[in-house]
């Protein structure tokens, strides 16, 4: 039997006339990782606030870990751990007495809280770094030290509020690495972002929320089913060439006024590679060629028949 980490029911939230969730439900499995996704302003944070009791939601009931957020509050924060966009980290104090401070608020006293402090700077890499002012660390650095904060308490229930936004790929790739960890440990994460490729690397489920709805659910497979596929985009010098691709590149599409032709392709190097090949052979020269894989507007445009940057207004 599977149990549910967080039920969630009609959650609707307006900031006066402004509706910022319009009637939520959500059901994540304990042990899973659940993404939510959508553009800046979609209500993902909001979400995230009433689910960790940082804000009531208007209507709508909320079980975590099977406790009521409203009745239950004290239990429900008992069980989680939230690491959001402005991270919890103080700036003046080290990496290490960041962690200590948290190891003192949950009363993990002497060796205990040294232990785990230990543990922590271990498993987040940050052993080097532990003696230096939270002030001089990377942006990744800063995001590792703040869900190593949060770990402290041992919640079974973790809330990561754009985890990866403005960081490089490397340090996003670090942060994957470490939401795969954490949920092989047993927790369930749930985690809110802007990048379909994130909730596809990490996600069991997404939710598509735009607009204070959910818009789509599934696992990332049954959701990337629903959008188109990446392409090749390739530009041309003149009509004569670009008709000339299009009859040797099968199922591609003509853009005539852009001189552009979208070839179907799944961006893999073999792909790209028989396609240079094909108008190798037939000497086709191009003048641009892009590689472009489905991203969060494509999903929008898909699911919604607007662009993700597109507000309208409710
Ligand atoms: N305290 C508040 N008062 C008024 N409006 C608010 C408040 N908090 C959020 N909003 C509005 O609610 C909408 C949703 O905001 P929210 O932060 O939940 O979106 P988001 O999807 O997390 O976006 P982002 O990626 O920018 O954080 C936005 O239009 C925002 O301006």
Same mark, same amino acid.
């Given at each position: 039997? =599977?149990?549910?980490?967080?039920?969630?029911?009609?959650?609707?939230?307006?900031?006066?006339?402004?509706?910022?969730?319009?009637?939520?439900?959500?059901?994540?499995?304990?042990g899973?990782?659940?993404?939510?996704?959508?553009?800046?302003?979609?209500? *993902?944070?909001?979400? +995230?606030?009433?689910?960790?009791?940082?804000?009531? @939601?208007?209507?709508?009931?909320?079980?975590?870990?099977?406790?009521?957020? $409203?009745?239950?509050?004290?239990?429900?924060?008992?069980?989680?751990?939230?690491?959001?966009?402005?991270?919890?980290?103080?700036?003046?104090?080290?990496?290490?007495?960041?962690?200590?401070?948290?190891?003192?608020l949950?009363?993990?006293?002497?060796?205990?809280? *040294?232990?785990?402090?230990?543990?922590?700077?271990?498993?987040?890499?940050?052993?080097?770094?532990?003696g230096?002012?939270?002030?001089?660390?990377?942006g990744?650095?800063?995001?590792?030290?703040?869900?190593?904060?949060?770990?402290?308490?041992?919640?079974?229930?973790?809330?990561?509020? #754009?985890?990866?936004?403005?960081?490089?790929?490397?340090?996003?790739?670090?942060?994957?690495?470490?939401?795969?960890?954490?949920?092989?440990?047993?927790?369930?994460?749930?985690?809110?972002?802007?990048?379909? #490729?994130?909730?596809?690397?990490?996600?069991?489920?997404?939710?598509?929320?735009?607009?204070?709805?959910?818009?789509?659910?599934?696992?990332?497979?049954? /959701?990337?089913r629903?959008?188109?596929?990446?392409?090749?985009?390739?530009?041309?010098?003149?009509?004569?060439? /670009?008709?000339? @691709?299009?009859?040797?590149?099968?199922?591609s =599409?003509?853009?005539?006024?852009?001189?552009?032709?979208?070839?179907?392709?799944?961006?893999? $190097?073999?792909? +790209?590679?028989?396609?240079?090949?094909?108008?190798? #052979?037939?000497?086709?020269?191009?003048?641009?060629? =892009? $590689?472009?894989?489905?991203?969060?507007?494509?999903?929008?445009?898909? /699911?919604?028949?607007?662009?993700?940057?597109? +507000?309208?207004?409710?």
């Amino acid at each position: 039997m =599977t149990s549910s980490a967080i039920v969630a029911s009609g959650l609707k939230k307006a900031y006066g006339d402004k509706v910022v969730l319009a009637g939520i439900d959500l059901d994540v499995r304990a042990g899973s990782v659940f993404a939510l996704l959508g553009p800046n302003g979609a209500g *993902k944070t909001t979400t +995230v606030n009433v689910l960790t009791t940082l804000a009531s @939601a208007d209507s709508g009931t909320v079980r975590v870990a099977g406790y009521d957020i $409203v009745s239950d509050t004290k239990k429900v924060r008992a069980a989680i751990g939230v690491t959001g966009q402005f991270a919890s980290v103080d700036e003046l104090l080290s990496g290490e007495e960041n962690l200590q401070l948290m190891a003192d608020l949950h009363r993990l006293r002497g060796s205990a809280g *040294k232990r785990v402090v230990r543990q922590l700077l271990k498993r987040f890499d940050l052993e080097e770094s532990a003696g230096k002012l939270a002030s001089t660390y990377s942006g990744g650095m800063r995001r590792k030290l703040d869900l190593a904060m949060t770990l402290v308490g041992r919640p079974r229930i973790i809330f990561l509020d #754009e985890p990866t936004t403005g960081l490089d790929p490397r340090s996003r790739r670090t942060m994957w690495g470490i939401v795969r960890e954490l949920v092989a440990d047993g927790m369930t994460i749930l985690l809110t972002t802007q990048y379909l #490729e994130e909730a596809d690397q990490l996600a069991d489920r997404i939710a598509v929320l735009d607009q204070g709805l959910l818009v789509a659910e599934g696992s990332p497979e049954q /959701l990337k089913r629903q959008i188109p596929g990446g392409h090749i985009r390739l530009r041309f010098a003149g009509a004569e060439q /670009l008709g000339a @691709a299009a009859r040797v590149l099968a199922g591609s =599409t003509v853009d005539l006024d852009a001189l552009v032709l979208r070839v179907p392709s799944d961006g893999g $190097v073999k792909s +790209v590679r028989a396609v240079l090949d094909r108008l190798d #052979e037939y000497a086709v020269d191009v003048e641009e060629f =892009t $590689v472009h894989m489905p991203d969060l507007d494509d999903v929008f445009l898909a /699911l919604t028949g607007h662009s993700s940057t597109e +507000v309208t207004s409710r």
